[in-house]
């Protein structure tokens, strides 16, 4: 699908709702959707629906079916329904969650409400353009970078790492780039060309990968004015993350480590604790 960028849109105080709160029959929950086309003069609206629950039905189960039954021009991203790809990300009664890996259940509410994640602009509807974002994790450059492959080719020879080394970054890695952080962070309202949280935890992922040899490179692009010294640690990214990473003290630790090699100060880097994952119902 083809979508243009269009300007970050706030999502409306006053909205229209469709359908008028009363109490909905057993076994059903209204869903409040936010509805907008940035191309047409159309103010944004919220549409309701009535949908059916069933068990262990999701927020994305909900709306797919809103899309399916009701109106097949909803908006909305998704892939794998099963939290990995990290597309759909989305409001959820005013928090910034998966859709995939919310039930409805869990929620304990008789009204959800589904709007668009905010610092990001709207393509449609729920669906929001990552441009931006995906530049951004481009720009720290997350790939290891070896002084054997200088043009990135393959390295030849093994690079061994031990499982201590490995520890030192290892629960960055289970991002998986949905965006939750950056739509929770207030600095990314702020200025739209701050890193965010998630690129800014990925160049200490491989900042502190023993096998990396970009220091120099990544370091010019998260030591810059909308780099990690733009972080005022408000913490938000870290309670949104539905995969347990922490990209909050990842920040930390690359100002750190910003710091540690501009005053030449030795030590080593600390090991990120593992952060538990959180239980589902
Ligand atoms: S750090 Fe967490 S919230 Fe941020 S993009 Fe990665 S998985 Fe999503
Ligand atoms: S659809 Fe892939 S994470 Fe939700």
Request: proline share 7%; aromatic share 8%; with cysteine.
């Amino acid at each position: 699908m083809v979508v243009e960028t269009q300007e970050r849109k706030e999502v409306p105080k006053t909205v229209h709702v469709s359908v008028p709160h009363r109490a909905q029959p057993a076994g059903t929950v209204l869903l409040r959707v936010f509805r907008y086309n940035p191309n047409t003069k159309d103010e944004p609206t919220m549409v309701t629906f009535r949908v059916p629950v069933t068990k262990g039905m999701t927020v994305l189960d909900a709306l797919l079916w809103a899309k399916e039954h009701v109106d097949p021009g909803l908006a909305l991203r998704y892939s794998c329904r099963m939290g990995i790809c990290g597309s759909c990300g989305m409001m959820i009664n005013g928090e910034p969650k998966l859709g995939c890996e919310t039930q409805i259940a869990e929620l304990g509410a008789a009204t959800v409400e589904v709007g668009p994640l905010p610092n990001y602009p709207i393509v449609r509807d729920v669906a929001t353009d990552f441009t931006d974002f995906f530049s951004h994790h481009r720009r720290i450059k997350p790939y290891l970078i070896h002084k054997d492959n200088g043009g990135l080719k393959p390295v030849e020879r093994e690079v061994l790492q031990t499982e201590e080394q490995k520890l030192g970054y290892y629960q960055f890695t289970m991002c998986i780039m949905c965006g939750l952080c950056d739509a929770a962070c207030p600095i990314v309202a702020m200025d739209q060309e701050f890193l965010g949280p998630q690129a800014l935890a990925q160049a200490y992922r491989f900042a502190a990968d023993s096998r990396d040899e970009g220091w120099p490179e990544r370091a010019a692009i998260a030591d810059s004015p909308h780099g990690c010294f733009r972080c005022e640690l408000a913490g938000s990214c870290s309670a949104v993350c539905p995969k347990g990473v922490d990209p909050a003290l990842g920040v930390q630790l690359l100002k750190r480590e910003v710091l540690r090699r501009r005053f030449r100060i030795g030590g080593f880097l600390v090991k990120a604790p593992a952060r538990r994952q959180r239980s589902r119902l």
